[in-house]
């Protein structure tokens, strides 16, 4: 019996690579799409050139922001969303005041409340008579098969496309995962990170948040500190140039061309409007309670926009995941011509190496390609170097250890050879700006009567009126892989254990900040993936008012109540020059580090006599840092176990996976 074992083995494995390599015939692929075409309704519900939208300040304020706009004297005003609930607020917003366009870009796309509720109101905007597009990665595309079948085939306003799709398929499971890995990881590991929403090509947004719970202070256990700009002025253009570069694209593929979503078509036909159960149906309703309150709207999007200068909108093409005639012939489309000197990368390392005085950069994962830090040792090396304050996640708040550990593994070439200012963020923040209120995780969940059963969209009465209450009556069926996340939503795994329970939070903003002139907010996390492997976005304003209250935000994460510090652990009692020698030679091992004595630990800062409170984050250069901040160990608040153990595993071995990461 066990000399079968490896045989049924090998048997299972070459099964499982037929059965991804397997695809559909031309004659299937376009009898399934032909299902999902005829299936789409083409009632609109809406007679009027406005298509019923919700009265909106915001695209008031992005009129007449584009009518005072010359091209000689353009005009933008910009706001900065680092409040969660507020920038799930302003989407679901924008959607129901959008009269004639929607476009959709993001990594992660879950089946969660956030994602559904915005599901709900894109279905209801394609109904009114709006366009909405809506383009996802695949590795991070809708959890269920079934859902991609249903937006596929129900409305003639709404198009879906998966972008970059291994193996025929819009969803990997993890076998399926591995079978890519093996036969195409090359194409598995180039994706689409942008994130970005055009409305009616008025106003856009841009930034870290993708479509799950855990980015709006929705995430019962982990939520992200994350960013957002919202942006009005001629350069939404050029994101809405940039959207349809990716949309027009080969590797864009409308999801009921690929395989599963065929296969499931074609068995099952059409199935009804994709809808679930929500978790927490009361925080939706307060959410939803204020999406037309002119006075809210006005108060916390209007009134704090920013009127700004010098606005550019930087952003990768397809084209940086390969050159050919189609991709070529799209961009050209788009209006944006292909030079691969001109990538997201290249502009933010520009910018950088302009600084004089001082660089603010945040980011969730402190993992330097080679040309940023070739770029960071010759800033240090000038006369008078620009001072260099980095936000980033402690191993306690960190989403993937993997990442931190490679971050770890580096921290005495930040410190020294770099002098980077590094500041770790706190999985329990004291002062970070979350407002957990009515619409934030705080709430607790409310069990209300069951809504009567739900019908499917193209079922329902035809009122406008009527489909927009049942949308909001929160669903009474089912819901199917209800809690269950998508395996590859992450970007590296599931938190650390910590010493104490609670609702913790996670860096996942990307901004930079330059001499206090210049701010930039997108997807970029300044590490090798973006350089290489990913496709990025980023909004660049040279404007000082912004860059202050860019830089405000930031300097609030790095805050003593907000982070720890990293800085220079004391010399070892004797022997501490070999022993630092023998750390620095582990460290430049290409593949082993196996010296456990790190050059660098976290300090906390502690209030006393001599050190009251302060809000700004202490230097550990300055000669007085050891009076206030205390040594709290390598990984405070991490309840030490096999996580660590990964920590050291990876610090040790995984340097060669610093590219992928």
């Known amino acids: 019996m066990s000399r079968r074992r490896p045989g049924r083995a090998l048997a299972g494995l070459l099964a499982l690579l037929l059965a991804g390599c397997a695809t559909l015939s031309p004659q299937q692929r376009s009898a399934a799409a032909e299902v999902a075409v005829s299936a789409r309704s083409t009632r609109v519900d809406c007679a009027r050139a406005d298509a019923c939208a919700l009265p909106s300040p915001l695209l008031a304020m992005a009129r007449d922001t584009l009518a005072a706009s010359t091209t000689a004297a353009p005009r933008h005003r910009a706001l900065i969303l680092d409040n969660a609930p507020d920038a799930l607020l302003v989407r679901i917003h924008l959607i129901r005041a959008a009269r004639h366009s929607i476009g959709l870009q993001t990594y992660i796309f879950d089946e969660d409340d956030s994602a559904q509720l915005v599901l709900d109101e894109l279905q209801a905007a394609a109904f009114r008579g709006v366009k909405v597009r809506i383009l996802i990665d695949q590795l991070a595309a809708l959890r269920k098969v079934e859902t991609l079948a249903a937006l596929t085939s129900l409305h003639a306003n709404l198009e879906l496309r998966v972008y970059n799709p291994v193996l025929d398929r819009a969803r990997l499971s993890l076998p399926m995962y591995a079978v890519a890995a093996a036969c195409c990881w090359g194409q598995l590991n180039r994706r689409m990170h942008n994130k970005l929403l055009v409305v009616d090509d008025a106003v856009g947004i841009v930034g870290g948040r993708n479509y799950q719970d855990d980015y709006y202070d929705w995430g019962d256990e982990f939520n992200f500190r994350d960013r957002d700009l919202l942006l009005a002025g001629p350069a939404v253009a050029d994101m809405a140039a940039n959207f349809q570069a990716f949309w027009a694209s080969k590797r864009s593929v409308p999801a009921e061309q690929l395989g599963d979503v065929a296969r499931y078509l074609r068995e099952h036909g059409p199935p009804p409007a994709p809808h679930h159960v929500f978790h927490n149906p009361a925080r939706v309703r307060a959410l939803l309670a204020e999406v ?66 001082e660089i603010l950069l945040q980011t969730p994962y402190l993992v330097l390609s080679k040309p940023a830090q070739a770029l960071f040792r010759e800033l240090r090396q000038r006369p008078q170097p620009p001072r260099v304050l980095v936000s980033t996640n402690s ?116 901004s930079l900040v330059i001499d206090g002139r210049v701010g930039v907010v997108g997807t970029h996390n300044f590490d090798p993936r973006g350089d290489r492997l990913n496709t990025e976005s980023a909004v660049v304003i040279a404007d000082p008012g912004f860059a202050a209250a860019l830089a405000a935000s930031i300097r609030r994460d790095m805050a003593p109540a907000n982070a720890w510090t990293i800085g220079r652990r004391d010399d070892a009692p004797i022997f501490s020059g070999i022993e630092y020698n023998l750390s620095k030679l582990s460290e430049r091992m290409p593949v082993f580090d196996l010296w456990p004595y790190k050059y660098a630990t976290s300090y906390d800062y502690v209030p006393g006599p001599d050190c009251p409170p302060k809000l700004e984050p202490p230097s550990p250069f300055a000669l007085e840092f050891r009076r206030c901040n205390q040594p709290v160990g390598d990984f405070p608040e991490v309840d030490i176990g096999l996580k660590w153990l990964g920590v050291r595993a990876f610090t040790a071995f995984g340097s060669g996976l610093s590219p992928i990461l």
């Open 292 to 357: 037309a309150d002119d006075d809210v709207l006005r108060a916390r999007f209007v009134a704090p926009a920013l009127p700004v200068q010098g606005v550019a909108f930087l952003a990768d093409l397809p084209a940086k995941h390969g050159r050919d005639g189609a991709v070529a012939v799209a961009d050209a489309a788009a209006g944006t011509a292909v030079n691969p000197a001109s990538d997201t990368s290249h502009g933010l390392r520009g910018l950088i190496a302009g600084a004089e005085r």
């Open 395 to 510: 191993l306690a708040s960190t989403d993937a250890f993997i990442a931190y550990a490679l971050s770890y593994k580096y921290k005495r070439r930040y410190l020294r050879d770099f002098g980077f200012e590094i500041h770790e963020f706190k999985p329990f923040p004291a002062d970070a700006p979350f407002e957990l209120g009515a619409t934030g995780a705080g709430l607790a969940h409310v069990d209300l009567p069951a809504p009567a059963p739900a019908v499917p969209v193209r079922t329902r009465a035809s009122s406008l009126r009527e489909r927009q209450l049942a949308e909001r009556g929160l669903r009474s069926e089912p819901a199917s892989e209800a809690g269950r996340p998508s395996p590859f939503a992450s970007s590296g795994g599931l938190p650390v254990r910590l010493k104490r329970a609670g609702l913790r939070m996670g860096m996942h903003a990307k």
